[in-house]
C-alpha cells in the first residue's frame, strides 16, 4: 500500500513511522506502471518493423519508420500487381485453361490481395 495507507502507528508522514508501511507515493507506482507500459508497447512496435532484438537505437528506429511509410507506394504496387494477377489467371480459368500451377498462383495472388487491402 503506497501512501503510507498501511500504517499502524497512526505517523503523518515516513520520518515519524515506525511500523514499516509503504510511503512511496501512489504516483511513482502510476508512472512505473505507465512507463513499463510505454516500454511494451516499443517493444511490440519494434517487433512489427522488423527491430525485435531492439539494435536500432532510437533515432535509427525512427527513422526506420519513416522509410517504412514511403513504402506505402510500393505496398500500392504490389496491390495493383496482385490484383492484375489475380484478373488474369481468373481469365485463364474461365477458358478452362488453369492447371494445378496457376491455380496455386491464383490462390497466392488473391491471398496476397487480400492482405494488402486489409492492411491498407
Ligand atoms: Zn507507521
Given at each position: 500500500?503506497?501512501?503510507?495507507?498501511?500504517?499502524?502507528?497512526?505517523a503523518?508522514?515516513?520520518?515519524?513511522?515506525?511500523?514499516?508501511?509503504?510511503w512511496?507515493?501512489?504516483?511513482?507506482?502510476?508512472?512505473r506502471?505507465?512507463?513499463a507500459r510505454?516500454?511494451?508497447?516499443?517493444?511490440?512496435?519494434?517487433?512489427?518493423?522488423?527491430?525485435?532484438?531492439?539494435?536500432?537505437m532510437?533515432?535509427?528506429?525512427?527513422?526506420h519508420?519513416?522509410?517504412?511509410?514511403?513504402?506505402?507506394?510500393?505496398?500500392?504496387?504490389?496491390?495493383?500487381?496482385?490484383?492484375h494477377?489475380?484478373?488474369?489467371?481468373?481469365?485463364?480459368?474461365?477458358?478452362?485453361?488453369?492447371?494445378?500451377?496457376?491455380?496455386?498462383?491464383y490462390?497466392?495472388?488473391?491471398t496476397?490481395?487480400?492482405?494488402?487491402?486489409?492492411?491498407?
Amino acid at each position: 500500500m503506497a501512501d503510507g495507507k498501511g500504517c499502524k502507528c497512526a505517523a503523518y508522514d515516513e520520518s515519524e513511522c515506525g511500523c514499516d508501511a509503504d510511503w512511496t507515493p501512489q504516483e511513482v507506482y502510476d508512472l512505473r506502471e505507465s512507463n513499463a507500459r510505454l516500454l511494451g508497447l516499443i517493444a511490440d512496435i519494434r517487433a512489427a518493423v522488423g527491430d525485435p532484438t531492439g539494435k536500432l537505437m532510437q533515432d535509427e528506429l525512427v527513422e526506420h519508420c519513416k522509410q517504412l511509410r514511403l513504402n506505402d507506394d510500393q505496398r500500392e504496387a504490389i496491390l495493383a500487381g496482385a490484383v492484375h494477377l489475380e484478373r488474369e489467371l481468373y481469365a485463364l480459368a474461365r477458358k478452362g485453361d488453369l492447371g494445378g500451377e496457376r491455380r496455386e498462383l491464383y490462390t497466392h495472388a488473391i491471398t496476397l490481395r487480400d492482405l494488402l487491402a486489409k492492411h491498407k
